[in-house]
């Protein structure tokens, strides 16, 4: 699929935000005053950042109201409810715990149960889609879940969370790498399926289905090169899991921490310009792009 930058700058962010404010809720760290205003600050931009830059991907950014009214059959309706909910209850709880210096345990404990959810909604936007074969598979929230989490910790200076999340985040990506390179493949889509030709013998293509282009080719069919990807793979890899999990084995101080934030926050936005660039919607078939 074509990797549009809203999108990628809102699954890259919103989900580091949440992940910090889930440990925020855990009380992993519960600072208060001044230095509480500044996580709580960090938290909000990175998740409420995310969400509005994914407005600039829908084709009509006005009726964005209305995704919350398909909660019942719409992943990205449910995902628009957990997170307006999960605000509110992690406002509360920071203004309580920053201005009065009140930890209320409990509401912290199910902002962060919201934290989780809204990740989770937001990775089954994708998991559940049976065009793209790649993402459809366990690993897709375990990720999502698994560099969240991760990447919160690390920004909450929870060294040890970190260490942790960060190296079973690196599994589950080789794991979604490896296993994913193989799904297109075996789902059993190709030209004939995708015609509906398929069952009176061999199809091929003579002349594509039209002369110029559309929004199907703008939007799912993007390829990429296997030397460019695999290197792109490599620098990602080193960036969001090598770098900040050796900083984190060696200890952390303020620049080494600063160091590891900002690599892994780099790895993660390559992640995720990778996992749709590779993505390989089957409509690419019909037009014999795959």
Sequence with gaps: MHPAPSVIIFTSLSGLGFGLLFWLGLGQPAPTGWVGFGFFFIAYALAVGGLMASAFHLGHPERALKA????????????????VATLVTMGIYAALLVF???????LGWIGAVGCLATVLTTSMIYAQMKTVPRWRHWSTPALFLALSLGGGALLSNNGWAALVLLTVAAVLQLVAW???????????????????????GAVRQFEPPHTGTNYLLREFVHVV????????????????????????????????????VLSHLAGVFALRWLFFAQAEHVVGFYYDKR
Excluded: C, M, N, Y
């Excluded at 969001?240 to 200890?251: C, E, K, M, T």
């Design 225 to 260: 090169g296997r030397r460019h990807a695999q290197s792109l793979r490599v620098i990602s890899f080193g960036l969001a899991f090598v770098l900040p999990v050796l900083v984190l084995a060696l200890g952390l101080t303020h620049v080494t921490a600063a160091i590891a």
């Design 68 to 83: 919350f009214t398909q909660w019942r059959s719409s992943w990205l309706s449910r995902e628009a409810v957990a997170a």
């Design 100 to 106: 009065a210096g009140i930890h209320v345990a409990p």
């Design 178 to 200: 490896f296993t994913g390179d193989t799904r297109l493949a075996r789902s059993g889509t190709d030209i004939g399926t995708a015609t509906g030709l398929g069952g009176r």
